[in-house]
């Protein structure tokens, strides 16, 4: 990426988008609202974020990807963003105009608020852009109204009030934005076995191969990166389906493995731990100690 445009604050965002600042830490765009001069990218290749934003994109008649499988929604693509984070553009077609909301709010607004505090909880923010949010007719209809809402306090003058009330329509947004993941996540069961499943070989076959001497113990991003998901979105996943986190998880299978390893009279217990992917041996005996509640050598005669 040779040109990338620092979205640095709200206003960044909206003085691109030719739209008025009410506020200086929080911002909506209704792409309608926006004439084509406005959506012109023609001199930079990506964006840079660093503030949060939300964009409500209307999909209809478009091919998207969820989970890096594609799909067709007509009903309303939610997309989240954290600071630090890089959109790429392209094929841009300078005769589409989008349709939807952006909504930016800059870390600073958050400063002293509970919502700033528990933030780092809605791992969304962390998903790739193929792992969005599909909303249905009457979820959309819940974004807009509290869309709307904020928009509301912006045009307000501000007052001792203003930040409490915008805040809270933001956590307000984000909750509803949770309970809707967790629907998608059960509408997409059928998909998110299918991605458990090869979790699980793919965890097979991590172990029965030289790459934990290589590489060491697996890692979630490791087997996210394979089933082509981000590792946050994948750690949620695996926490909808089995009530264990993805490293929960990883870790079972590799006491699962250790256990019948340890049977093996002809290896110590040092190389046990070496092709399980422990630099350590004495990193081994303790997580194994932690999960079956004796160690690997008690274990060993205990059988």
Same mark, same amino acid.
């Given at each position: 990426?040779?040109n990338?445009?620092? %979205?640095?604050?709200?206003?960044d965002?909206?003085n691109l988008?030719?739209?008025?600042?009410?506020?200086?830490?929080?911002? %909506?765009?209704?792409?309608?609202?926006v004439?084509k001069e406005?959506?012109? #990218?023609?001199?930079y290749?990506?964006?840079?974020?660093?503030?949060?934003a *939300?964009f409500?994109?209307?999909?209809k008649g478009c091919?998207m990807?969820?989970?890096?499988k594609?799909?067709?929604?007509?009903?309303?693509?939610?997309?989240?963003m954290?600071?630090?984070?890089?959109?790429?553009?392209?094929?841009f077609?300078?005769d +589409?105009?989008p349709?939807g909301?952006a909504?930016l709010?800059h870390p600073d607004?958050?400063?002293g608020?509970?919502l700033g505090?528990?933030?780092?909880? +809605?791992?969304?923010?962390?998903?790739?852009s193929n792992?969005?949010?599909?909303?249905?007719?009457?979820?959309?209809?819940?974004?807009l109204?509290?869309i709307?809402?904020?928009?509301?306090?912006?045009?307000?003058?501000?007052?001792k009030?203003s930040?409490?009330?915008?805040v809270a329509n933001i956590e307000l947004?984000l909750?509803?934005?949770?309970r809707f993941?967790?629907?998608?996540f059960?509408?997409?069961?059928?998909?998110n076995?299918?991605?458990?499943e090869?979790?699980?070989?793919?965890?097979?076959? +991590?172990?029965?191969?030289?790459k934990p001497q290589?590489?060491?113990?697996?890692? *979630?991003?490791?087997?996210?990166?394979r089933?082509?998901?981000?590792p #946050?979105y994948?750690?949620d996943?695996?926490?909808?389906?089995t009530g264990?986190s993805?490293?929960?998880?990883?870790?079972?299978k590799?006491i699962?493995?250790a256990?019948?390893?340890?049977?093996?009279?002809?290896?110590?217990?040092?190389?046990?731990? +070496?092709?399980?992917?422990?630099?350590?041996?004495?990193?081994?005996?303790?997580?194994?100690?932690q999960?079956?509640?004796?160690?690997?050598?008690?274990f060993?005669n205990?059988n």
């Amino acid at each position: 990426m040779k040109n990338v445009l620092h %979205i640095d604050t709200v206003g960044d965002y909206l003085n691109l988008r030719k739209q008025e600042v009410l506020h200086p830490l929080v911002g %909506i765009v209704d792409f309608e609202d926006v004439n084509k001069e406005g959506y012109e #990218n023609k001199d930079y290749d990506a964006f840079h974020y660093n503030c949060y934003a *939300v964009f409500l994109k209307d999909a209809k008649g478009c091919k998207m990807h969820y989970g890096g499988k594609p799909y067709d929604y007509d009903e309303g693509t939610l997309v989240f963003m954290a600071p630090g984070q890089t959109i790429e553009l392209s094929g841009f077609d300078p005769d +589409y105009v989008p349709k939807g909301y952006a909504i930016l709010f800059h870390p600073d607004l958050l400063i002293g608020t509970e919502l700033g505090k528990k933030l780092h909880s +809605y791992s969304f923010f962390s998903y790739s852009s193929n792992e969005a949010l599909h909303l249905s007719n009457k979820e959309r209809k819940v974004i807009l109204s509290l869309i709307e809402k904020i928009q509301f306090e912006l045009e307000q003058n501000l007052d001792k009030h203003s930040k409490k009330l915008i805040v809270a329509n933001i956590e307000l947004f984000l909750d509803y934005c949770t309970r809707f993941y967790d629907r998608q996540f059960i509408t997409r069961e059928v998909e998110n076995i299918g991605s458990l499943e090869k979790f699980d070989v793919l965890l097979s076959q +991590y172990f029965s191969s030289d790459k934990p001497q290589k590489h060491g113990t697996p890692t *979630v991003g490791y087997f996210a990166d394979r089933l082509h998901l981000s590792p #946050n979105y994948f750690g949620d996943l695996v926490k909808k389906e089995t009530g264990k986190s993805a490293q929960e998880y990883i870790q079972n299978k590799l006491i699962e493995v250790a256990k019948e390893r340890v049977f093996d009279p002809s290896k110590s217990l040092s190389e046990i731990a +070496y092709e399980l992917g422990f630099k350590y041996p004495q990193h081994f005996t303790r997580l194994f100690k932690q999960r079956v509640g004796h160690s690997p050598s008690e274990f060993r005669n205990l059988n």
